[in-house]
């Protein structure tokens, strides 16, 4: 199939609508606080606990796509998007990984873009540093053939060649969003679009013009 990917979420539903994601791995649920005016994102997706949690949507063919999506990390564990989903042992990570909470606001640990094959992480790329794990940063992932692109708050912090996952499948799958051991990890206001661009020079321009002006 070659139709256009568009597919977003913002999670502003009650309980009882249909949810589109499908819940792989761990523990998942809509995430309200009970006055929408305290919070920029009122209407989130939530993960808790011990272990590995990955939530997907989309189809199992999509290809040469960008997503982004709004993640707090939370004081503990990991958690970031993932890219080219084909179950729960195969897929692409970008992801934030806590390694030591210094106070509610600080947190050392590391950027990473990890690829899953047959459930062994390989991690293709890392950036250490501190973030603040109680705010919310942009993240996105761009499969553009067999390369990948990641980006924080509109800018690129990895490219990398993929490799054949354990099906000897090359990049192509749902979208996810993943944690592990989260304490409270969030995401909101999930985006996905088709890209034509095969081979990238300036990926924050190219998600620009996919998704339009960083809100």
Known sequence: ?????????????????????????????????????????????RCDGEGTHLASTGYWFWSNYAVRAAVRPGSS???????????????????WQN??????????????????VSGNEVVLAEKRGQIDPSQWYEFSLALAGQNVYALVDGYEVFRHSLNQDGKGHWPLGKVGLWASNADAALFDDVHVKSMSAL?????????????????
């Open 1 to 45: 199939p070659s139709s256009s990917i568009s597919f977003s979420d913002d999670f502003m539903r009650s309980d009882s609508t249909k949810d589109e994601w499908v819940k792989g791995a761990g523990n998942w649920k809509l995430d309200r606080i009970p006055n929408p005016t305290w919070s920029v994102s009122p209407f989130r997706y």
């Open 77 to 95: 564990g990991g958690a970031g998007i993932a890219a080219s989903v084909r179950d729960v042992k195969n897929f692409v990570i970008f992801r």
């Open 99 to 116: 390694e030591a909470a210094l106070d509610p606001r600080r947190a050392n640990g590391a950027l990473q873009l990890v690829q899953v």
């Open 199 to 215: 081979k990238i020079d300036d990926s924050a321009a190219e998600l620009k013009s996919v998704f339009g002006p960083r809100k």
